[in-house]
């Protein structure tokens, strides 16, 4: 396949990607409670495949916000040679892929994905109270922000039930990062700003992108699945 090839593919699968989550948030079809009216008594098995559609709903509206952030902010601008490659949880060792997520210890897995959600909480609101600050600053990519920061809470109260049922001894165990570049989110500079905001963006992106990954391993793991 060639390199032009490639780079159609990956923008026609954007592109999909960027309807279907379109086509949920108009509708307002979103991810089952994973407590319906306060009641947790949820099989293990049940609670692992609305976990995983949860997690995939979040990165699909991440993906979103990415494309449409760089729509209206980054194209053309010259401060896009500044992008910063690194993210803060890039030192937290994890899978690369689907092979090797498998050959880790389930309690391990899980502990990983609840210290990357836990980690998004503090740079999800500052995201928001970014993206709110900045010039024309479209109400599209705020709701959306919006929108993860709400489902992510539902997110975190899944992974704990989930290590509740399955790993209680494990309980606890994650690891919190704290997201050193947040500051420059209040910064004067706009270009800066917006700099900061995309890497924020594109970070929380990637580890929602790896939580995603990981929950399926995991529900093959442990609810017994047979699709591996």
Known sequence: MTMNSQGSAQKAGTLLLLLISNLLFCQNVQPLPICSAGDCQ????????RVV???????TLYTDMFIEFDKQY???????????????TSSLATPEDKEQALKVPPEVLLNLILSLV???SDPLFQL?????GIQEAPEYILSRAKEIEEQNKQLLEG????ISQAYPEAKGNGIYFVWSQ????????????????????????????KVDNFLKVLRCQIAHQNNC
Do not use: A, W
């Open 42 to 49: 949820t099989s293990l098995r049940e609670l692992f495949d």
């Open 53 to 59: 559609i949860l997690s995939h709903y979040i990165h």
């Open 74 to 88: 980054v194209q053309d601008r010259e401060f896009m040679v500044k992008v910063i490659n690194d993210c803060p």
């Open 118 to 120: 836990q980690s998004s």
């Open 128 to 132: 928001i109270t970014g993206v709110g």
């Open 159 to 162: 992974v704990e039930k989930i």
């Open 182 to 209: 947040l500051p420059s989110l209040q910064g004067v500079d706009e270009e800066s700003k917006i700099l900061s905001l995309r890497n924020t963006i594109r970070c929380l992106r990637r580890d929602s992108h």
